[in-house]
């Protein structure tokens, strides 16, 4: 049940809910995400980031989330996450992720189209879908630094961004920041709802982590499809490994300290699947 993305948003803006997509960084990650999406009944994403790559490379996660794909038979998404370069963006295209995103957003607007549409002329023949990002999402996370300038999305921009370089998805800057926030975040959905005005493809919330559920619930209404989660997933993963090893500190056998940390994701996952209203969508 490995499929493309692209059905399964163009489905969620059909129908007014969203998909999460939830960044895995181990097998642990991935069992404990496919076992929220059987309980709830939902299509999953799951992504990993350039830096996180780094640590193990795309035919490694790869194969995790395939082995999963196999188990179940919900939709399943293998999604780069910021794919930073065109040529990241071709390797996980031929390893066999089959969704793409390429993240030109530091890049003045001319150069974003240009590397944008070149992923999408690549992806589009294997029917591999593409997202972008116009705007900015703030903050760190992994090996991104956005920074905290100009976070919004221009909505002519976007308008003319999807036309030009014909993006699947799009991942908009509505005031959302990588990492973990230092207040209460605020969306600008007055932004968002200007953009959707004019763009007529499934958008992304980046950076959602920590962001309030009702404003979550409230972005989806407006026409968000995808929305990301990485900081708490890693957040609820330790959590687990760290309580059990303070109960145990004899126990040195991962798969022991391993399950509690699954069961902390697995239990965050299951409550955002809710909130993005994917629960028996698959």
Known sequence: ???????????????????????????????????????????????TTPGTLKYAGT??????????????????????????????????????????????????????????KSVTDACHPGNVPVEAELGRVGGKEDDLDNGDENPYTDPEEAKEFVKRADPDSLAVGVGTSHGVYK??????????????????????????SGVPDDQVRDCVSRGICKVNYATDLRIAYTKGVRKYLEDHPDDFDPKKYGIPGMEEVKKYVIQKMEVVGSVNRG
């Open 183 to 208: 207040g209460v975040p605020k969306v600008n959905v007055d932004v968002l709802t200007q953009i959707r005005n004019v763009v007529d493809i499934p958008l992304v919330l980046h950076g959602t």
């Open 1 to 47: 049940m490995l499929v493309t993305s692209k059905e399964l948003l163009l489905d969620a803006q059909k129908k007014g809910y969203a998909v999460g997509a939830f960044n895995v960084e181990n097998m642990e990650m991935v069992m404990a995400v496919l076992a929220a999406a059987e309980e709830t009944g939902s299509p999953v994403i799951m992504q």
């Open 59 to 116: 035919d490694f996660y790869l194969a995790n989330v395939r082995a999963a794909a196999e188990r179940t038979k919900l939709p399943v998404v293998m999604h780069l996450d910021h794919g930073n370069s065109f040529a990241l963006a071709m390797e996980a295209f031929r390893r066999g992720y089959t969704s793409i995103m390429i993240d030109g957003s530091k890049l003045p607007f001319e150069e974003n189209i240009a590397l944008t």
